[in-house]
């Protein structure tokens, strides 16, 4: 949360309200890493999908046991087991401030419509629709080298391939949505991940102070990811 400026009642918030973002990347692009620095930066919760959803596991839940099958298959969970979870996410951060980061999901065009009620009932849509771009082979080294150090159960060479199979076929279609409503913001995750949130910080910061004077059907897309090129960055 940041401090509000101005006179009780008549204040002018300067520096914007909390901000609200939600991130579509494939795995190993680097959503939780990011989904982090963003949360930190901003004073937001993080709500990351995948990691409620191993918590579960990891406790042994009623949640977790209908869950794990899916999640060591590299399988999405039914939509509205992840909706439901995400709901009551949404609500304590509504308590907490209004702002937020949404780390996996959505993931399919059912679930971005759902997230899109769910944001008009309380009254919190996305400002931003962060998608991060990374080609599947240097997703699959990342994966595989994080295999060996974290032990995940779906980061085996099959179970990634699904999912990658997966993003592709259900949840990269939905990214065309959010550029046509004017909240999409293109990133190039094949760098550094340094490199990658600070971009990210700089794109939010020039946003944030906007996203309630500019209403949505008077956005544009952004595309930040030739950036690096444009001022000579030299590509590997
Ligand atoms: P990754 O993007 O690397 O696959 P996540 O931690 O985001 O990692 O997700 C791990 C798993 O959790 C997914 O493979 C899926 O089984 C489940 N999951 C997470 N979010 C969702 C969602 N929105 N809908 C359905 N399943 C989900």
Same mark, same amino acid.
């Given at each position: 949360?940041?401090?509000?400026?101005? &006179?009780?009642?008549?204040? &002018?918030? +300067? /520096?914007? /309200?909390? +901000?609200?973002? $939600?991130?579509?990347?494939?795995?190993?692009?680097?959503?939780? @890493?990011?989904?982090?620095?963003?949360?930190?930066?901003?004073?937001? =919760?993080? !709500?990351? *999908?995948?990691? $409620?959803? /191993?918590?579960?596991?990891?406790?042994?839940? #009623?949640?977790?046991?209908?869950?794990?099958?899916?999640?060591?298959?590299?399988?999405?969970?039914?939509?509205? !087991?992840?909706?439901?979870?995400?709901?009551?996410?949404?609500?304590?951060?509504?308590?907490?401030?209004?702002?937020?980061?949404?780390?996996?999901? =959505?993931?399919?065009?059912?679930?971005?419509?759902?997230?899109?009620? !769910?944001?008009?009932? $309380?009254?919190?849509?996305?400002?931003?629709?962060?998608?991060?771009?990374?080609?599947?082979?240097?997703?699959? %080294?990342?994966?595989?080298?994080?295999?060996?150090?974290?032990?995940?159960?779906?980061? @085996?060479?099959?179970?990634?391939? %699904?999912?990658?199979?997966?993003?592709?076929?259900? @949840?990269?279609?939905?990214?065309?949505?959010?550029?046509?409503?004017?909240?999409?913001?293109?990133?190039?995750?094949?760098?550094?991940?340094?490199?990658?949130?600070? #971009? !990210?910080?700089?794109?939010?910061?020039?946003? /944030?102070?906007?996203?309630?004077?500019?209403?949505?059907?008077?956005?544009?897309?952004?595309?930040? @990811?030739?950036?690096?090129?444009?001022?000579?960055?030299?590509? *590997?």
């Amino acid at each position: 949360m940041f401090p509000r400026y101005g &006179v009780e009642g008549q204040g &002018v918030d +300067v /520096r914007g /309200r909390d +901000v609200r973002v $939600l991130m579509i990347a494939p795995p190993g692009a680097g959503k939780g @890493t990011q989904g982090a620095l963003i949360a930190a930066h901003f004073g937001i =919760p993080h !709500i990351a *999908t995948g990691e $409620l959803l /191993r918590d579960h596991v990891a406790r042994r839940t #009623e949640l977790g046991r209908a869950v794990q099958r899916h999640l060591d298959q590299g399988e999405l969970v039914p939509d509205h !087991i992840v909706l439901d979870m995400v709901r009551d996410a949404m609500v304590a951060a509504k308590a907490a401030g209004g702002g937020y980061v949404l780390d996996g999901v =959505p993931r399919n065009m059912e679930q971005a419509r759902a997230l899109y009620q !769910i944001g008009l009932e $309380l009254g919190m849509t996305a400002d931003v629709a962060l998608h991060l771009k990374a080609d599947d082979h240097e997703l699959i %080294r990342r994966l595989l080298a994080r295999a060996a150090l974290e032990h995940r159960s779906d980061d @085996t060479e099959e179970v990634i391939r %699904r999912r990658l199979a997966l993003y592709h076929e259900v @949840t990269a279609p939905i990214v065309s949505w959010y550029g046509e409503r004017g909240i999409l913001v293109s990133v190039d995750a094949m760098r550094p991940a340094e490199q990658v949130g600070r #971009e !990210i910080l700089a794109a939010l910061e020039v946003m /944030r102070p906007l996203v309630d004077l500019v209403p949505e059907s008077a956005r544009r897309a952004v595309d930040l @990811t030739g950036l690096g090129a444009a001022f000579g960055e030299r590509s *590997t």
